[in-house]
């Protein structure tokens, strides 16, 4: 069976500091793969999607950027936290031209 | 733009009771429809999903209505549980998936 595992959990980050946050699927190849913010209101923000190594789509520009640096990975990273970057980072799998999302643990990153 | 709506954005039920969750979407394209359930401070969890070829699916103690005539589609839960005390999330995919504002169930016991 297919599981996502994202880390780390929570963070914690001064205004300014650099981000990595880590996203990995087992149980399947060549996934679609979903960064989303979810800020303290409940919806849930698309901020890239993949659909294979090397291939990241933008869809709200901001300081934040991608990384599928293999097929079941995928990175989101900052260079420079702003306040407004704290939320909850859902990553979510879907198979090729697939319709349903499955989705991650989540992050709960605050910026200090 | 597209767009996907709940129509409260919370509900309290009472133990044993059926909650019904409403949501309505925008895009007359959209040929499928997820309904999520988010614990607090976890990822959403897929519950059942529909097409729409069809107006009704059921699950376990779940079922999903959806009506393409006037955009509208609702979850069902039967004899809802404290367990079931989640955010509820649709959302429609129409080439793209669109996520609803979610619906906060409460159950008392």
């Known amino acids: 069976s297919q599981t996502i595992h994202q880390w780390p959990a929570t963070l914690v980050q001064p205004v300014g500091s650099p981000l990595s946050l880590e996203c990995t699927v087992e149980?399947?190849?060549?996934?679609?793969l979903y960064w989303y913010r979810q800020a303290a209101g409940r919806g849930l923000q698309l901020l890239f999607y993949?659909?294979?190594?090397?291939?990241i789509s933008s869809e709200v520009p901001q300081n934040l950027s991608a990384s599928r640096p293999q097929d079941r990975q995928f990175i989101l990273s900052s260079k420079k936290l702003l306040l407004s970057d704290s939320g909850f980072y859902l990553c979510?799998?879907?198979?090729?031209?697939?319709?349903?999302?499955?989705f991650g643990p989540g992050t709960r990153l605050t910026v200090l | 733009g597209e767009s996907v709506g709940l129509h409260l954005p919370t509900l309290s039920v009472q133990e044993g009771d059926n909650s019904i969750i409403n949501c309505a979407y925008s895009?007359?394209?959209?040929?499928?429809f997820i309904w999520y359930k988010q614990e607090s401070g976890k990822g959403p969890q897929f519950i059942i999903d529909?097409?729409?070829?069809?107006d009704k699916r059921q699950g376990q103690r779940v079922t999903v209505l959806l009506n393409k005539t006037v955009k509208h589609l609702s979850l069902q839960i039967a004899a809802t549980q404290p367990g079931d005390s989640a955010v509820y999330f649709c959302?429609?995919?129409?080439?793209?998936?669109?996520f609803g504002q979610g619906t906060e169930l409460s159950v008392k016991p």
């Open positions: 959302a429609s995919n129409g080439g793209k998936l669109i």
């Open positions: 529909i097409r729409s070829n069809m």
């Open positions: 993949s659909v294979g190594i090397g291939q």
């Open positions: 979510a799998w879907s198979v090729p031209a697939g319709a349903t999302q499955y």
């Open positions: 149980g399947t190849s060549n996934p679609n």
């Open positions: 895009n007359s394209a959209s040929d499928y």
